[in-house]
């Protein structure tokens, strides 16, 4: 994933964007940058490995290193950002956000035509954000190039460019599956992914982005290149898992919505008679907690945390590229608390079942404690599909996803024509996978929201939500 923060202003925007874009330090912990414009030194560019230490520490000198009255900020999970080049637009610095799927036909394309290079990375990989500046620069204006990258590519991009002169665009992926946010303060204007990082430097909402809109923003307004479209698909995951719990989307608050998911899900199992008896219902640290709340909410029954994330050090345990060593980081971060654990008949809420490798470290650990019963609920539907769209998903193969080994044990190829009915609880398919996950994870039982279940929590329009990863439809 990834996520960006700029700002322009009449004073100095260094210290606003370095904590603008910590804010988004949840998104990624790869690489770090900042590219800063001011009037006597130009366009400025640092960049730094965060893999090892958080951008806030890796940045902390930047006060004194870096000044401009405008600047943009990048957390990225893959590529060293931002790039800054020259071209027949101008000079300027740009970061972008998403995924691109067709990246070699794109560049097999562009060398062949343009007699074009680029600058090869490790393994001679092609930086995402070079690829998109390289079919900008085939057009006239930049909005003329960013709506031609957008058509070219078949993926996701949101991106910011720092112009020679200051001013800055923002551009929202086509389809709107990412936030993009502009915010308003009495000295200037901000730009940003996570509305929270907004709000705590000071800035009112201005407006959001809508789906593939274009705007360029100076210190006399925000100008719209290109209007938004009507078609909308933004990433249902914002809310129930990356999404920082005080930000909203489209007006949805991320923590408010898990609440409700949590809610439904406990209406469901009452109305099914599961769970019965449990003693306290928690969440799996970080992102399962508020939709664990919610459940506790609804079903009365007492909320606690058996299981502490050890916060000082240890990342979620999404964001390391290494398989193994995510495991090692979810097992190392939880901490016990054995007299919540002990005897008990527990229920937990995790916000996603993937691959289930991480959760049965976890049930097996509960058992080994005294865990009289483990009951597990997921605050989102069975994942069928790795994402096409954004870099949150790391699977390589779908055989790796829990929910679709059960089905394939169970039919074989032939389940994936039936993978509506494996979604649906209440479907004999639906059942039979559940019980084959609840064996494979030895759990008490095993649940997962429905997909108008989180649809509901969300509140968006169905067509306005994509949900690609639950029932493959785009």
């Known amino acids: 994933m990834g996520g960006f923060f700029g700002a322009i202003s009449t004073e100095d925007v260094i210290s606003d964007v370095y904590y603008g874009t910590d804010y988004h330090s949840h998104l990624g912990t790869r690489r770090g940058g900042i590219a800063a414009f001011s009037t006597d030194v130009g366009l400025q560019r640092e960049i730094h490995n965060i893999e090892n230490s958080p951008f806030r520490t890796k940045f902390s000198n930047i006060h004194n290193e870096m000044h401009g009255a405008s600047a943009i900020g990048i957390i990225s999970d893959y590529d060293p950002q931002p790039i800054m080049l020259r071209s027949k637009l101008g000079t300027y610095a740009m970061v972008m956000i998403g995924k691109i799927q067709n990246t070699q036909e794109l560049i097999d394309e562009y060398l062949a035509e343009t007699g074009g290079y680029f600058d090869a990375m490790s393994g001679s990989k092609i930086n995402a954000t070079e690829l998109t500046a390289a079919l900008i ?19 996701t991009v949101s991106l910011l460019i720092l112009r020679d002169n200051g001013n800055i665009i923002a551009a929202r992926d086509r389809l709107g599956r990412l936030p993009v946010l502009v ?6 204007y901000s730009v940003s992914f996570e509305s929270y990082a907004q709000q705590k430097l000071g800035y009112e909402l201005y407006k959001e982005l809508g789906p593939g809109e274009i705007v360029e923003i100076n210190l006399d307004g925000v100008t719209v290149l290109a209007e938004a479209g009507e078609e909308m698909r933004i990433c249902s995951f914002l809310w129930s898992y990356y999404g920082y719990p005080t930000s909203s989307y489209e007006g949805v608050n991320v923590e408010m919505m898990r609440y409700k998911n949590g809610n439904i899900m406990a209406d469901f199992d009452k109305e099914i008679g599961s769970a019965e008896g449990v003693d306290y219902v928690g969440g799996v640290p970080d992102s399962g907690t508020p939709h664990a709340i919610g459940y506790a909410n609804a079903s009365d029954i007492p909320f606690a945390r058996p299981l502490i994330k050890y916060t000082p050090t240890w990342s979620r345990s999404f964001m390391p590229t290494v398989q193994n060593e995510r495991n090692k980081v979810a097992k190392m971060k939880q901490i016990p608390v054995h007299e919540l654990i002990e005897g008990k008949k527990l229920l937990f809420v995790d916000d996603s079942i993937v691959r289930g490798t991480q959760m049965k470290e976890t049930v097996d650990f509960l058992f080994e404690n005294g865990a009289e019963e483990v009951h597990m609920r997921s605050a989102c539907p069975p994942i069928m599909f790795g994402c096409k769209y954004l870099n949150f998903s790391r699977s390589n193969s779908e055989m790796e996803l829990i929910a679709r080994r059960q089905m394939y044990e169970l039919e074989g190829e032939e389940a994936a024509k039936y993978i509506d009915e494996y979604l649906d609880p209440k479907s004999e398919r639906g059942m039979k996978m559940r019980e084959g996950i609840r064996k494979e994870l030895n759990v008490t039982s095993v649940e997962f929201q429905s997909l108008e279940g989180v649809i509901e929590a969300i509140g968006l329009e169905p067509c306005k939500l994509c949900t690609y990863c639950w029932n493959g439809k785009e």
């Not at 620069?137 to 993926?155: H, P, R, V």
């Not at 915010?183 to 200037?188: A, E, F, L, N, T």
């Open 137 to 155: 620069n085939q057009k006239g204006t930049f909005e003329e190039g960013i709506k031609y990258a957008q058509s070219k590519i078949d993926g």
């Open 183 to 188: 915010g308003k303060r009495d000295d200037g």
